[in-house]
């Protein structure tokens, strides 16, 4: 089990942001992805979990061994704690959610709606599910967003634990997470050339006359 | 798959589900109908069977952009989509959901609103059946256009727009045999006809509703 990206580009919106881009991410390992804002590491991270076709390049390790999270956490406001977890988990085959309620500390909040969480205790909840999928490769977008310290103490120990096991993380991420052991991948020499011909100076090309 | 469609019926029966809006409509329309027409029951009688079908339609239509729009704004359809489910089994599961919660309820108050516009007494069990048999299509057909429509803002009119001609041969039909059966002839080719645009429709729909969500969530 590895994943492995070779000479991978990827594009938004049809407009290519990253190219030429290749690592290895083995179990026990955590890369963390760097990059300004708009420099593809949503892009990147949606494109490995199979949620938007790749321009180019390969991608050893097919999306059902990932379990992606993104800014949006998937909750329903209308459910609990436990029946949001509970979903997911049953979802994927996975009985038992008390260790991922313990490991994210939400067992006193386990019969509350979602609606009445804070924007921590969601961005908990949602990294819980995390557990509960039991994929061995985590992809994780932004996971600190509205987390305190305590909490991003807490979710790097449960990073850590799943390192432990055999698994593996990718992380795009703005802050310390306070895994020292993480590799850390700069987005910014892989950025993509626009090409001429995909037109974005507009009409001031030389067509432009055509339309005049 | 099973508790996929737990956690929707759970959704739609909990406050702000939207589960009663299909049926509301339906009984304000067949309440309203004989206010605006008249009294005179024959004239009733004469179209009860196609308001009951067009309000049925409309009702359906209501919660249409509800299947995916949710799921798409809190970020659950990116999950389900790398999800071990299918796709295509999500959105089965889903227009079920949609059809538990729309349209058997809705097949179920039909008679009783039969009563209110005057429905010839032979009409009421096919009324009852093609309601049962065609609102599936309904549903189904609606979760392929609200996939066709998930990323947009306000996409509502134009999945209505997409959606109300394939649902024309439905109507037809299921008008058609509730006509039929009222005025005492044999109702069973339009019921068949019904039952086949269903059966297509549940065949073939997941399909191409699973690749119009897989682009539009690219």
């Not at chain 1, 594009?11 to 300004?36: D, K, N, Q, T, Y």
């Not at chain 1, 390790?61 to 800014?71: F, R, S």
């Not at chain 2, 067949?30 to 005179?40: E, F, I, K, R, T």
């Not at chain 2, 019904?194 to 059966?199: E, F, H, K, P, V």
Request: proline share 6%.
């Amino acid at each position: 089990m590895e994943l492995r990206v070779t000479e991978l580009a990827c594009a938004r919106g049809g407009l290519p942001l990253i190219e030429g881009l290749s690592f290895a991410v083995g179990p026990g390992e955590a890369l963390v992805l760097r990059g300004p804002n708009g420099s593809g590491k949503t892009t990147l991270l949606r494109t490995l979990a199979g949620l938007q076709p790749a321009l180019d390049g390969e991608i050893s390790c097919p999306p059902e061994q990932m379990a992606y999270a993104a800014h949006a956490d998937g909750l329903k406001s209308t459910l609990s704690v436990r029946e949001n977890l509970g979903f997911w988990a049953a979802i994927h085959g996975v009985s038992d959610i008390e260790p991922a309620l313990e490991a994210m500390n939400l067992r006193d909040l386990a019969d509350r709606q979602a609606q009445h969480l804070s924007a921590g205790q969601k961005r908990r909840l949602g990294l819980a599910r995390l557990i509960v999928t039991g994929r061995w490769l985590w992809v994780l977008d932004e996971p600190t967003v509205s987390l305190d310290a305590a909490s991003v103490a807490l979710f790097a120990g449960v990073v850590r634990a799943h390192l432990a096991t055999g698994g593996a993380a990718l992380l795009a991420t703005h802050i310390d997470l306070g895994l020292p052991e993480a590799r850390v991948l700069d987005l910014g020499p892989y950025k993509a050339e626009i090409p001429a011909d995909l037109g974005f100076g507009g009409f001031d090309g030389e067509n432009g006359g055509a339309f005049l | 798959m099973i508790a996929l469609l737990i956690r929707d019926l759970r959704l739609a029966f909990r406050a702000g589900g939207g589960f009663g809006l299909g049926l509301g409509f339906f009984l304000i329309l067949a309440v309203l109908v004989p206010l605006g027409v008249g009294p005179d029951p024959a004239t009733l009688g004469l179209i009860a069977p196609g308001i009951l079908w067009v309000g049925a339609l409309l009702a359906c239509l209501l919660s249409l952009d509800r299947i995916f729009a949710l799921d798409h704004e809190d970020g659950s359809l990116d999950l389900l989509a790398t999800s071990p489910i299918p796709l295509e089994g999500v959105v089965a599961i889903k227009a079920l959901a949609h059809w538990i919660t729309t349209g058997l309820p809705l097949a179920l108050a039909a008679p009783v609103l039969g009563i209110l516009l005057n429905l010839a007494a032979p009409g009421f069990g096919v009324l009852i059946v093609s309601l049962a048999l065609g609102t599936p299509a309904l549903s189904m057909i609606g979760a392929f256009g609200a996939a066709l429509t998930v990323g947009l803002k306000r996409g509502g009119l134009l999945m209505s727009l997409l959606v109300l001609p394939l649902y024309m041969p439905t109507l037809v039909f299921g008008a058609q045999a509730v006509t039929r059966a009222a005025q005492g002839l044999d109702a069973a080719t339009p019921l068949l006809l019904l039952s086949g645009i269903t059966a297509g429709s549940v065949a073939l729909l997941p399909f191409a509703a699973a690749f119009a969500l897989r682009i539009n969530l690219r």
